[in-house]
């Protein structure tokens, strides 16, 4: 299998612009999770999904963050507007319930 | 509330010396799990190991080994011989009985000098 699958791996925008982060998550694995890793904050889980579902969105920030998962091979996660402070990296992560296998990341940096 | 302390932010050692990361965490749940990720300077999150709340049995992998002593809520690691390829920031994370969310500590930066 090839793993959780991101895309991009490397965004840079400019403040006010919209930015979409994609997964693919591992084929039969029915959890899909959105994690943030900053410098002030570490690692935070954002939202998690059970067979597509959203179940806990407690971690979102704001109303600016979206997440959405259309099918079972594949989540967005969205900010519109962006602002500097969303610099970070943001990963997605699947489970089949028992391990977590993280994707590989994608870094954004917002100008 | 769940909670991971990781209290050294930074280690820094010459290879093959023996170190231990330290982690202590916080929970009410009676069945829960701990883990621990490597990530290297690449990036990505590399899962090492899983151990459940009932089984306190000290586990070894090759030049790894994890300590889990439930009376002082800890769950350390130990890197045997360290070499240059272990330098990363490791993670020590926490979930309840279902294995959902994952709370992470701060992590500890270990850097191995040649």
């Known amino acids: 299998d090839a793993g959780v699958i991101q895309s991009p791996r490397h965004e840079v925008t400019e403040m006010g612009q919209e930015v979409t982060l994609r997964c693919k998550p591992i084929?039969?694995?029915?959890?899909l999770f959105w994690y943030r890793q900053t410098m002030m904050r570490g690692l935070e889980l954002l939202i998690y999904f059970n067979n597509n579902v959203p179940i806990d969105d407690s971690g979102m920030p704001e109303d600016r963050f979206s997440a959405k998962m259309p099918n079972a091979s594949f989540s967005t996660l969205k900010i519109q507007p962006s602002e500097p402070r969303d610099s970070a990296v943001y990963f997605c992560a699947s489970s089949p319930g028992d391990f977590t296998f993280f994707g590989p990341g994608t870094r954004l940096t917002v100008l | 509330a769940q909670k991971v302390t990781q209290a050294q932010t930074e280690i820094s050692v010459v290879e093959k010396e023996d170190v231990t990361l330290d982690c202590v965490y916080e929970t009410r749940d009676t069945t829960y799990y701990l883990f621990w990720y490597k990530q290297p300077p690449s990036g990505e999150l590399v899962f090492l190991i899983r151990r459940n709340s009932f089984d306190e049995q000290n586990e070894i992998s090759g030049r790894y080994s994890w300590n889990f002593q439930k009376s002082t809520s800890s769950f350390n690691f130990t890197i045997t011989a360290s070499q240059v390829v272990d330098s990363a920031v490791y993670f020590c994370a926490l979930s309840g009985p279902l294995i959902r969310r994952l709370t992470f500590g701060e992590g500890t930066q270990l850097t191995v000098n040649p």
């Open positions: 084929s039969g694995h029915d959890y």
